[in-house]
């Protein structure tokens, strides 16, 4: 259901009359955590079969209005991204590969029978919402504006197609680091119960359904003490996939990077592949393979895996210190985060945050 612009939409901006107190604003920079507050305005753009996409506007926060009979509430139809705009050390304010995103969400939409936003509207539509809640963007270490473009049927019927009207939004919210204690190693929990994705599915598509099927296993995780869930492949229940919300690399003892092949029901992940590009360039070899549950415990015993770490937007690069399962527990929490994996999460945030030259082109400058 692709729809290419001719030119660019135009965007309607109207600002906020109630705009958030400078000091309640310090105060909630000061300590953002994460999702928690909002900003002071969003981004709509209507679209319908018969005009595509329209109606492009900035407009104060709000409530949606949405009747009980719009398609998302019953068929799900519903995709989201999640990007970030960093500080830099000059005042300026620059999104990370924000391209990428726009490409994913063509994706997603596509595997969900949504329209596909162009992606020069969707820059576009980045860029104007960062102009008009500059002051939102925190600048202290490790902080961010985290920024969710998400985009929903809102047609009323009921009735199983796909619908014949959407909208797409664009909302943000300050962040500071995503796990409470920080930059240190977590436990993983290896559900046997429960699949993320089975092949042909949503697993590549950035949708709510793949979280909100991670939520009964996170609960399972959190109970056993693990900071994230651990997926297999729903197929032979065998071969690791990605956590409830993060992609998954381990470094063996010769410092090759492995990370599970893309295999359509495991989201690809844009820090994923800044990390591939990364060690690359160091002239790391990495391979993108079928990886055994048994390969990661066995190798964490042997000390032929040697490091293991999460990546995505909203954490970046998380050490992964143990493994637990039905019946093993693999690694040590309590050791250091690998070298390795912290030297690759700061060449990536030294990129993001303006303190390393980008080479790549990826960063796009908002503000």
């Not at 309607?12 to 909630?28: D, F, V, W, Y």
């Not at 509430?73 to 995103?101: C, M, P, T």
């Not at 860029?127 to 600048?139: E, G, I, L, N, R």
Request: hydrophobic fraction near 40%; aromatic fraction near 10%.
């Amino acid at each position: 259901m692709s729809m290419t612009a001719s030119k660019p939409i135009d965007f309607q901006i109207t600002h906020t009359s109630h705009a958030t107190a400078p000091e309640k604003l310090a105060r909630i920079l000061a300590n953002p955590g994460f999702g928690v507050h909002f900003t002071d305005h969003m981004v709509t753009i209507d679209w319908t079969v018969e005009k595509g996409w329209y109606d492009a506007r900035v407009t104060p926060y709000g409530p949606l209005s949405l009747d009980p009979a719009a398609s998302v509430l019953h068929y799900a139809q519903e995709i989201f991204e999640g990007l970030k705009a960093y500080r830099h050390a000059d005042g300026s304010v620059w999104g990370f590969r924000v391209e990428s995103n726009a490409r994913r969400m063509q994706r997603s939409a596509h595997r969900l029978a949504l329209p596909e936003l162009p992606a020069a509207d969707f820059v576009e539509s980045i860029k104007h919402f960062v102009q008009a809640d500059v002051a939102w963007v925190p600048s202290a270490p490790e902080t961010s504006l985290y920024l969710r473009p998400f985009m929903i049927s809102n047609e009323n019927f009921l009735g199983v197609r796909a619908a014949k009207k959407a909208v797409y939004f664009v909302i943000g919210s300050p962040a500071g680091a995503y796990f409470s204690q920080g930059v240190a190693p977590v436990a993983i929990w290896v559900t046997q119960d429960f699949a993320r994705a089975a092949y042909g599915g949503t697993g590549a598509a950035k949708c709510g359904g793949n979280y909100a099927a991670s939520l009964l296993p996170q609960q399972e995780a959190s109970a056993q003490g693990c900071s994230q869930v651990l997926f297999l492949d729903s197929q032979e229940n065998k071969y690791i996939e990605e956590l409830g919300g993060m992609n998954v690399f381990l470094v063996t003892r010769d410092h090759t990077l492995i990370t599970p092949e893309l295999t359509g029901s495991i989201l690809e992940g844009i820090t994923r592949d800044s990390i591939i590009a990364l060690a690359k360039e160091r002239g790391l070899k990495v391979i993108e393979r079928k990886i055994s549950i048994d390969e990661w415990r066995d190798g964490f015993a042997s000390g032929d895996i040697t490091e293991a770490f999460a990546c995505g937007t909203a954490a970046v690069v998380t050490p992964i210190g143990a493994l637990k399962g039905r019946d093993f527990t693999a690694g040590d929490i309590n050791k250091p985060a690998g070298e390795l994996t912290m030297s690759l999460r700061q060449a990536l945030t030294d990129i993001q945050y303006g303190r390393a030259p980008d080479s790549h082109g990826w960063l796009t400058r908002l503000a």
